[in-house]
């Protein structure tokens, strides 16, 4: 039988162990220590090592990034002044070939407007040529026309003087005689025309009394304005004061006028000649030809002093060169001549002559 253990030796072997464990821990507490302390060493050269080398690299990178940037102006330096060059080649290529193809276009277009303008001319050529072969075709047969009927008229009475005496020798010879003025007339109209084309019409220009004038226009007109049962008068004012023209002009053109008037106005119609000062600081005399005849239509105003004019397509009432002449005439003075109408009221025809006052 073992011996019994004694409760003293127990409780050294307690104490033994105890103090045993206690150094123990101690002892791995230290080794932990130990290797806490070799750890943050080993972190801190690990992080002075990697900061190091951060470093380096930062640094390798800056002095990198600076020849890099350099190289890259440089670059961009080669590029701007080769783009620079090409672009100035490019634009100096551009303008020239612009200047070429404007050149190009302005010859084009000059050719182009020299054709137009040679088309224009040949066609203008044309349709004068067309318009004067019209004209000279309407000329014949209108002078074919009117010289007709009073060499008929005067044929007629050349037969009847030799087929034996007339009953009547006074009205036969007055027959010729007017049949013979209306062809002098008509021959005179149209060398009136020739010259006015030709600029050969004169003037003998003196003072004359348009008083006088007006009075003898209308007297060698009455006897034509009776035969139609038309009053025909004068109503000049005191105009004091000679006008300055050819009278025998101013005559004609009068005249003209004052026939018109007869041969457009119905019987029983009135026709009056008038003067009046007129212009700045009455420098002229405007003689009027009034009538109560059928008018004139609005569209017929302006073409009435064309060659060859009628108021109506067919009317035979004359060559349609009175009008015509007459203005050409006012015009050489210098002066004017001009028409108010309204259709159903009758027609006034106007035209100025130079008048020189016997005022100081």
């Known amino acids: 039988?073992?011996?019994?253990?004694?409760?003293?030796?127990?409780?050294?072997?307690?104490?033994?162990?105890?103090?045993?464990?206690?150094?123990?821990?101690?002892?791995?507490?230290?080794?932990?220590?130990?290797?806490?302390?070799?750890?943050?060493?080993?972190?801190?050269?690990?992080?002075?090592?990697?900061?190091?080398?951060d470093a380096s690299r930062d640094l390798g990178r800056a002095d990198l990034g600076r020849s890099g940037a350099k190289r890259q102006a440089e670059g961009d330096e080669r590029l701007r002044v080769e783009r620079q060059t090409s672009d100035q080649a490019i634009k100096g290529e551009r303008l020239r070939t612009d200047a070429a193809t404007e050149m190009g276009r302005t010859h084009h277009q000059a050719s182009a407007k020299s054709s137009a303008e040679l088309l224009s001319q040949e066609q203008d050529r044309h349709q004068e040529t067309m318009a004067a072969l019209t004209t000279r075709e309407e000329f014949l047969a209108i002078v074919s026309h009117d010289l007709r009927n009073p060499l008929n008229n005067i044929s007629m009475a050349a037969q009847d003087l030799l087929e034996g005496p007339p009953e009547?020798?006074?009205?036969?010879?007055?027959?010729?005689?007017?049949?013979?003025?209306?062809?002098?007339?008509?021959?005179?109209?149209?060398?009136?025309?020739?010259?006015?084309?030709?600029?050969?019409?004169?003037?003998?220009?003196?003072?004359?009394?348009?008083?006088?004038?007006?009075?003898?226009?209308?007297?060698?007109?009455?006897?034509a304005a009776a035969a139609k049962g038309i009053t025909l008068e004068a109503d000049p004012q005191d105009v004091s004061g000679f006008v300055l023209c050819d009278r025998n002009r101013a005559m004609q053109v009068l005249s003209n006028l004052i026939g018109n008037a007869i041969k457009?106005?119905?019987?029983?119609?009135?026709?009056?000649?008038?003067?009046?000062?007129?212009?700045?600081?009455?420098?002229?005399?405007q003689i009027s030809v009034s009538d109560t005849g059928e008018g004139i239509a609005p569209e017929k105003i302006n073409t009435i002093f064309e060659r060859f004019s009628q108021l109506h397509n067919q009317d035979r009432r004359g060559i349609g060169l009175g009008l015509y002449i007459a203005k050409m005439m006012v015009?050489?003075?210098?002066?004017?001549?001009?028409?108010?109408?309204?259709?159903?009221?009758?027609?006034?025809?106007?035209?100025?002559?130079?008048?020189?006052?016997?005022?100081?």
């Open 168 to 223: 009547d020798l006074k009205e036969l010879a007055s027959s010729i005689n007017r049949s013979t003025g209306e062809m002098l007339r008509l021959i005179e109209d149209l060398l009136d025309v020739e010259r006015i084309a030709a600029g050969k019409l004169t003037l003998h220009i003196e003072e004359h009394d348009v008083r006088e004038i007006i009075k003898q226009a209308v007297e060698q007109q009455q006897g």
């Open 264 to 285: 457009f106005t119905p019987a029983k119609g009135q026709i009056c000649v008038s003067c009046q000062r007129t212009g700045v600081k009455g420098g002229e005399v």
């Open 1 to 53: 039988m073992p011996p019994e253990k004694t409760p003293s030796t127990r409780s050294e072997r307690e104490k033994s162990g105890k103090a045993l464990r206690d150094s123990d821990l101690a002892s791995e507490h230290q080794a932990d220590v130990n290797r806490d302390a070799e750890r943050v060493e080993a972190d801190k050269a690990k992080l002075q090592s990697r900061s190091d080398s």
């Open 331 to 360: 015009e050489e003075h210098p002066g004017r001549l001009w028409v108010e109408s309204k259709l159903g009221e009758g027609s006034t025809f106007h035209f100025t002559l130079p008048l020189r006052s016997t005022d100081p």
